[in-house]
């Protein structure tokens, strides 16, 4: 199978990049650069791609996105990753936005699916990481071209701790992977996304 | 209702923008620039929104697209909108890609739907207008936020005469819109879009 992964250089994708070379699809990636200010992740994307030689394209989504604390247009929120105020780290409907790109990378390349690592725990603060827009998500895929394309979410049914224990078995090295939102030059330790990955990590 | 409408200048779309006005939503329009070879069509869509003295946004997605007779990677087919050769003016998932970031901006606007003037002509070319994909997209739209954003297509059952008559009806000035796909000072008259424009302005 001939699939574009939806690639961010944190620990959920990296482990779903080594999940789909280890049951042998055709792997390219894409990222995006969207003022994240946590743009040091696509360098950890870059590490991924460089070692295993698979193709991969950085997008410019330049002045999309604004509204959210991800962006630098709110201060980020420090806390537990299901709080309630990471919502403020929403940004507003960038998932679809990354499908639908990639989905047109993906007819270009005449590839057979598109994957993204959504997973269980992004739910309640993602709308765009629950199960009925994923289900929605792939139908509209289906249909974008005269040529099905298929949505691949393998992480939709498990929490964080399980992606975690998915990377170890498959060798993934979680220390060449960047989760924090911030854009400093080691992980804060305080914002949702290192809250989570310590969670994971811990036990 | 507070509408963002996906603008891009032609006879369709600003038909759709004299409409929403007529039963006074609250419109902004958003249009994009995609590598398309008839830039111009950005030139009208500024004269309508001046002349409304609506919020336009023109968003730029160079590179993303390709592939395409639109963005010059083909030669473009002449002959008549429906011929089977029209399909190399398809550019890879563009409606969804609008669509997504086009719903980015409505939720950043607080905007209740987002509205796009596909018509039954286009559905035999390009599968991003045929009915199940527009069904399956005001879905996932629904869905992409905690705010419920819907999906407005009126044209959606009607021809490309039949939105003409709709023009006429809603005193647009036809001559201010442009279809043509060639990027010439003047229509090139033999294009899919305007041989579609010169048969529904005939009858």
């Not at 200010?37 to 996105?65: C, M, Q, R």
């Not at 959504?118 to 249909?143: I, N």
């Not at 989760?179 to 400093?184: I, R, V």
Request: one cysteine or more; aromatic letters at 8%.
């Amino acid at each position: 199978m001939k699939t574009l992964l939806i690639y961010s250089g944190g620990l959920d994708s990296t482990t779903l990049l080594h999940y789909l070379l280890d049951r042998k699809d055709e792997v390219r990636c894409l990222s995006f650069d969207y003022d994240q200010k946590h743009k040091v992740e696509l360098i950890y994307a870059k590490y991924w791609t460089d070692k295993f030689n698979v193709p991969h394209e950085i997008v410019s989504l330049a002045g999309i996105f604004a509204g959210s604390a991800l962006t630098g247009d709110k201060p980020m929120p420090q806390g537990h990753y299901t709080d309630i105020s990471m919502r403020q780290t929403v940004v507003p409907n960038r998932n679809m936005v990354m499908l639908a790109i990639a989905a047109s990378k993906a007819i270009q390349a005449n590839c057979d699916a598109v994957a993204y690592a959504a997973h269980a725990d992004d739910r309640g603060v993602y709308p765009d990481c629950r199960q009925e827009f994923v289900t929605a998500m792939d139908a509209v895929l289906g249909l974008c071209d005269w040529k099905k394309l298929s949505l691949i979410t393998p992480f939709l049914g498990m929490t964080k701790k399980e992606v975690y224990k998915r990377a170890l078995e498959l060798g993934v090295r979680v220390d060449k992977t960047w989760s924090c939102y911030e854009g400093g030059e080691t992980p804060c330790g305080r914002c949702g996304a290192c809250s989570s990955r310590q969670e994971a990590i811990a036990s």
